[in-house]
Antibody
Framework: QVQLVQSGTEVKKPGASVKVSCNVS????????IGWVRQAPGQGLEWIGW????????NYAQKFQDRVTVSIDTPTSTAYMELRSLRSDDTAIYYC??????????WGQGTMVTVSS | QTVVTQEPSLTVSPGGTVTLTCASS?????????PNWFQQKPGQAPRTLIY???NKHSWTPARFSGSLLGDKAALTLSGVQSEDEAEYYC?????????FGGGTKLTVL
């Protein structure tokens, strides 16, 4: 079955960068896009961006456009989300999920990112 | 700034039926917005229930259904069970950018 396994907890200082990984299995990597979502403590879900491993297309929420990069490593079936210039309000759980042809599917377990001085 | 609006909270009795809605600040929700619905329980990752208005994944219980209701997307739970107590989120697409609703906290009481 489709599985998405994310990297572990991160603690970063303000101004630093974080790179979260999402390793997928159970399907041909290029078949589905990968979406990225975050959830601040006690808050709702927020869409960050998306990438298509098949052709490298990317799309970002305007809010994150200048600070985020989503990328892929096809040989390892891994997607990455890098967020730069971290602030305390970037403290959140970051999720990856399959997103293909407007269909959201399976989700990763989430990666907690804490930004604190 | 596009806003997607859901009921903040709803309460339903076990065995009952409840409908959650998802409205867009831009007007009527249509199939062009490709509504998806998610369930999230405390401490867990979200789980996708419905895609493209009314399509279910293999893991989606039969008691969940999606539709368009008036000018909104809707998620209906029929024969609610205690395990359905959770937060529910809708998601709509606007020209390539997805926007989540604020979520509905469903209490089964």
């Amino acid at each position: 079955q489709v599985q998405l396994v994310q990297s572990g907890t991160e603690v970063k200082k303000p101004g630093a960068s974080v790179k979260v990984s999402c390793n997928v299995s159970g399907y041909t990597f290029g078949r589905y896009g990968i979406g990225w979502v975050r959830q601040a403590p006690g808050q709702g879900l927020e869409w960050i961006g998306w990438t298509n491993p098949y052709n490298g297309d990317r799309n970002y929420a305007q809010k994150f456009q200048d600070r985020v990069t989503v990328s892929i490593d096809t040989p390892t079936s891994t997607a990455y989300m890098e967020l730069r210039s971290l602030r305390s309000d970037d403290t959140a759980i970051y999720y990856c999920a399959t997103d293909y042809d407007f269909v959201w599917g399976s989700w990763g377990q989430g990666t907690m990112v804490t930004v604190s001085s | 700034q596009t806003v997607v609006t859901q009921e903040p909270s709803l309460t339903v009795s076990p065995g009952g039926t409840v409908t959650l809605t998802c409205a867009s600040s831009t007007g009527a929700v249509t199939n062009d917005y490709h509504p998806n619905w998610f369930q999230q329980k405390p401490g867990q990752a979200p789980r996708t229930l419905i895609y493209n208005i009314n399509n279910k994944h293999s893991w989606t219980p039969a008691r969940f259904s999606g539709s368009l209701l008036g000018d909104k997307a809707a998620l209906t739970l029929s024969g609610v069970q205690s395990e359905d107590e959770a937060e529910y989120y809708c998601l709509l697409i606007y020209g390539g950018a997805w926007v989540f609703g604020g979520g509905t906290k469903l209490t089964v009481l």
